[in-house]
């Protein structure tokens, strides 16, 4: 990853941990202190709306030499690759079969660099490959090399925009210090381990789509590193 993915990934961390606790305020109490799984300090509305600031800053400036229509078209193009063999794969599928496909999330199933809001927007592109996929009976599994302290803000994000989530995968403290790439290969071998077949993975990053343990990969585009 590039210094600037490092400074977007800080950025989303700060906003998401400010939207923890915001969702977890009730309203009209937001200077009150918060607690969960995912919050582990006290924050303000005040607080909230400076993370947000930072966070679409940094993401403005992100995104700012990439075009959001060309982005959006690329994308598509993918997708319009990936639709019709996974409607031919998930059509074939084998008695008992449990099929899943692995997504990873910033600048593929969300709109990370683009979406300067909480919750950030999907991708439509891949959205519409994910419902068709989810409407179908195949299982959605989602792999990030994002902290665990925003796993609740990032399952509810990827629900709220209609993403089925079977299950997510974000990295732990000891998982911060390995290679994305090898951390992302042994989650979906964990998949697999529980039965399913990994018929696609999709990602916009060569580590999440190296490693093998999936029937096809699907490359969205990161512009050599521009989006995180």
């Not at 109490?29 to 799984?37: L, S």
């Not at 990439?66 to 639709?83: E, I, P, R, S």
């Not at 403290?173 to 042994?186: E, G, N, P, R, S």
């Not at 916009?204 to 699907?218: I, V």
Request: hydrophobic share 40%.
């Amino acid at each position: 990853m590039t210094r600037g993915t490092w400074t977007r990934r800080t950025a989303l961390t700060a906003v998401a941990a400010a939207a923890v606790t915001a969702l977890a305020v009730p309203a009209g109490a937001q200077a009150a202190t918060a607690t969960g799984t995912a919050a582990a300090s006290t924050a303000t509305a005040s607080t909230t709306a400076v993370a947000t600031s930072t966070v679409a800053s940094a993401s403005a400036a992100a995104a700012g030499d990439v075009d959001y229509t060309t982005w959006q078209q690329d994308c598509q193009a993918v997708m319009n690759q990936a639709l019709p063999a996974l409607k031919q794969r998930i059509a074939a599928a084998k008695p008992g079969e449990k099929q899943a496909i692995v997504f990873d999330v910033d600048n593929t199933t969300l709109e990370s660099d683009f979406g300067f809001s909480y919750p950030q927007p999907a991708n439509k592109p891949v959205l519409e490959v994910a419902k068709y996929a989810q409407d179908h009976g195949v299982s959605l599994f989602f792999v990030t090399a994002r902290p665990g302290i925003i796993s609740g803000v990032t399952d509810y994000n990827l629900k709220n925009v209609g993403y089925k989530v079977s299950g997510l995968y974000v990295r732990g403290f000891l998982d911060l210090f390995k290679d994305v790439a090898v951390y992302k290969t042994a989650q979906r071998v964990a998949i697999e381990s529980k039965g399913y077949t990994i018929i696609a993975n999709i990602g916009n990053s060569a580590t999440d789509l190296s490693g093998g343990h999936a029937e096809t990969t699907y490359k969205l585009p990161d512009y050599d590193g521009q989006l995180s």
